[in-house]
C-alpha cells in the first residue's frame, strides 16, 4: 500500500472547533449571492461549497440543524433527492461535465468538516480532472471564479 502525505491537513485537523454552522448563517441570512446559496427549497437550499473539490461542487443541505441521515424527514429525503436531480441537470447545461460524485461524509472519522450539520456533497466530475497539484503544491485547480459560475448557475435554478 501506498501512503499519499498531506501535512498541510494537520493545521485543520487541530485547529479548535468554535460551534460556529456557517450553513445555519447562510441560510438566516439574506445575501445569497455572497454566501453563494443558489436555491432556497420547502425544506432545503442548494448552496456553492466555498471551498471546492472542483469548480461547480455543490452541496444541498436541510435548514434544521441536525447531523444524522436517520433525523431527516421523509419531505427532507425527497426534496435532497429531487434538488439532486435538479442540481446535476444544471451543472450538465452550464458546466458538461462526464460524471458526478454524490455523496455524505457523516461523522468526523468519515472526514465531514461539517458533522454537526447534514449535507450531500455534488461534485462535477470529468475525465482527466485529477492531477497533482493537490499533491505537490496543497492547492487544487478551480477554473472558474466561484461569483463568475453562480451568476450563470442561479438563473437556471430560479427558472
Request: hydrophobic share 40%.
Amino acid at each position: 500500500m501506498k501512503n499519499l502525505w498531506a501535512p498541510w491537513r494537520i493545521d485543520y485537523i487541530r485547529a479548535p472547533k468554535d460551534g460556529h454552522c456557517f450553513l445555519c448563517a447562510m441560510f438566516n441570512g439574506t445575501e445569497d449571492e455572497e454566501t453563494f446559496v443558489l436555491h432556497r427549497g420547502a425544506t432545503c437550499a442548494v448552496v456553492m461549497n466555498r471551498f471546492p473539490y472542483t469548480g461547480g461542487h455543490l452541496m444541498i443541505c436541510p435548514y434544521r440543524h441536525i447531523a444524522n441521515f436517520s433525523d431527516l424527514t421523509r419531505e427532507e429525503r425527497l426534496e435532497i433527492m429531487d434538488l439532486t436531480e435538479t442540481s446535476m441537470n444544471i451543472l450538465r447545461s452550464v458546466m458538461n461535465p462526464q460524471g458526478f460524485n454524490l455523496g455524505y461524509n457523516l461523522g468526523e472519522a468519515a472526514g465531514a468538516g461539517l458533522k454537526e450539520h447534514i449535507h450531500q456533497h455534488i461534485v462535477p466530475r470529468w475525465i482527466g480532472d485529477t492531477n497533482i497539484m493537490p499533491v505537490l503544491g496543497g492547492v487544487t485547480v478551480v477554473p472558474q471564479a466561484m461569483r463568475e459560475l453562480y451568476r450563470e448557475l442561479k438563473p437556471k435554478f430560479d427558472a
